[in-house]
């Protein structure tokens, strides 16, 4: 009898405490995100391209040089980062070693390809040979937010007299068996 008692004196404390309501708290414990400083200002990697090409009938050596510039004004993205500008040299030699074209372009130099986002947040990240097409040189070059895909493409045309053409680029990559049928 004591046993069963005391048995049903536990299973009656139990079930009193089961049923006792819990005190719920509203407050929401959030681990605290401190911000990052910016780290030191990041310079993109430098680069080299050389590529030959025929123009009127000429043999040209295209190279093409890009490395950051502490002169230019530098960038920051939206965290705060900041990011060097670059300068790119592109230099055009003939077989004989004389020079066809020689220029340093910046950011600047494609300033009517860009709105007022590119010119203020992005840097001049690239120039590469395309190909030679009715009777120009074609380079691609791009003006980006660094650390991003995104970008503006540009065309850059030097015709068969060193006369130098830029415009944005509206054409969306097409492949080569696609450009042979337009």
Do not use: W
Request: hydrophobic content about 35%; aromatic content about 6%.
């Amino acid at each position: 009898m004591k046993k069963t008692l005391l048995l049903a004196l536990t299973a009656s404390a139990i079930a009193l405490l089961a049923c006792k309501e819990t005190k719920k708290s509203t407050d929401i414990i959030v681990k605290k995100v401190e911000k990052k400083a910016p780290a030191a200002p990041v310079r993109m990697q430098e680069y080299n391209q050389t590529s030959e090409a025929t123009l009127a009938n000429s043999h040209l050596n295209c190279v093409i040089h890009r490395q950051a510039d502490d002169s230019l004004a530098m960038v920051k993205d939206e965290t705060g980062q900041k990011y060097y500008d670059n300068i790119i040299s592109l230099t055009i030699t003939r077989d004989d070693g004389s020079t066809f074209f020689s220029r340093t372009f910046t950011k600047k130099s494609f300033d009517s390809c860009l709105d007022d986002d590119y010119r203020n947040t992005g840097i001049l990240e690239g120039l590469v040979f395309d190909k030679v097409s009715n009777g120009t040189l074609r380079f691609a070059a791009s003006v980006s937010h660094p650390g991003t895909d995104e970008y503006i493409p540009i065309v850059l045309t030097i015709d068969r007299f060193a006369n130098v053409s830029i415009k944005r680029d509206t054409q969306l990559d097409t492949s080569s068996e696609e450009e042979e049928d337009l």
